[in-house]
C-alpha cells in the first residue's frame, strides 16, 4: 500500500516544499492548512494522491478529524510533520495572555494535539513524527518571548515522544530552520535586516524551503531508520556561532 505523509501548515512555504517532495518520492500527502482558499488553489495544482483538510489544529476536535479523514482517504499514515506555526513576534512587555496564549495554542498545542491523534495509526506503520521547532527555540532573541518559548517547548516534546515511542517503532525528530528565504520573510525583512542575517550566518545567505525540505523528507525516510530524538539546525551555520560577532570572525 503507498505510504501517506500529513503535512500541517502545507498551503505555502516549507510545508508546501516538504508536501511536494514527498508526492515525488511516491507518499500520497493530506495538506493541512486553515487557510482554505490558500489551500484549495494548491490542491488545484497538485491533483493526484492529495487531500486538502481545511482544519485548525490548536482545536482538538480538528486534529483528531485530520487522522481520521486521512486513514479514510489513504488507509494509514507513516509520517506527520507539524509544520503548522503563528510568527507573531513583539516586545515583551507589549506581550499580553491572549497574544501569548495565540502563538502556543498552534506552536505547541497543535504539535501535541496532531501527534496525539496520530500516534495509533504511526504505530501500525512504525512511523515517524517531525516537529518543525526554529533557531529562535535554540538562541534567545529580542521580540520572540512567546514565540522563542513555544519553540524551545516543541524541542523538549519532540525528545519526549522519541524517548516513548521509540517501543513502538516510531521515531520522532526536530528540524530548527533558520532564516529562510520564504515570501513572507522577504516582504517584511528590511534590506538592513537581509544585510545583518547574511553577515552572521557563515554561508553568507538565507536558506530555501526545497533546502529544508530536504533534510524534513530524510529525517521521515528509511535513510534515517536508526535516528530519533534529534534536533537538527538547518540553518547555514547560524546556531554554531552562538553570540560571536561576524567582524570578530574575520
Known amino acids: 500500500m503507498q505510504k501517506c505523509a500529513i503535512v500541517t501548515g502545507a498551503a505555502r512555504g516549507i510545508g508546501l516544499a516538504t508536501a511536494k517532495q514527498f508526492l515525488e518520492q511516491g507518499f500520497a500527502v493530506a495538506l493541512v492548512d486553515r487557510d ?3 489551500l484549495n488553489k494548491v490542491i488545484e495544482d497538485l491533483r493526484e494522491n492529495v487531500i486538502g483538510l481545511p482544519y485548525d489544529i490548536s482545536i482538538p476536535e480538528n ?3 485530520m487522522v481520521a479523514d486521512t486513514l479514510n482517504a489513504f488507509g494509514r499514515v507513516d509520517v506527520l510533520v507539524n509544520n503548522a506555526g503563528v510568527a ?3 516586545p515583551i512587555e507589549e506581550t499580553d495572555f491572549t497574544r501569548w496564549r495565540r502563538v502556543m495554542e498552534t506552536n505547541l498545542d497543535g504539535v501535541f ?3 496525539q491523534a496520530a500516534t495509533p495509526a504511526l504505530k501500525e506503520t512504525k512511523g515517524a513524527i517531525l516537529n518543525i521547532a526554529s533557531i529562535s527555540g535554540l538562541r ?3 521580540l520572540r518571548v512567546a514565540y522563542g518559548t513555544s519553540k524551545a517547548a516543541v524541542i523538549q516534546l519532540t ?3 522519541a524517548a516513548e515511542l521509540g517501543e513502538y517503532g516510531i521515531r520522532a525528530n526536530c528540524v530548527c530552520p533558520g532564516p529562510v528565504r520564504t515570501k513572507l520573510a ?5 534590506q538592513e535586516i537581509i544585510d545583518a542575517y547574511h553577515d552572521a550566518i557563515p554561508l553568507n545567505r538565507y536558506g530555501t524551503e526545497d533546502e529544508l525540505a530536504n533534510v524534513i523528507t530524510f529525517l521521515c525516510s528509511d535513510k534515517a531508520s536508526y535516528v530519533t530524538g534529534q ?4 540553518d547555514g551555520g547560524f546556531q554554531s556561532t552562538g553570540v560571536g560577532l561576524p567582524a570578530l570572525r574575520v
Do not use: N, R, Y
Open 140 to 142: 534567545a532573541s529580542t
Open 231 to 234: 534536533i537538527v539546525a538547518v
Open 36 to 38: 482554505e482558499p490558500e
Open 63 to 65: 486534529a483528531e478529524a
Open 88 to 90: 507573531d513576534f513583539g
Open 113 to 115: 494535539l496532531c501527534s
Open 186 to 190: 522577504m516582504a517584511v525583512h528590511s
Open 159 to 161: 525528545q519526549q515522544q
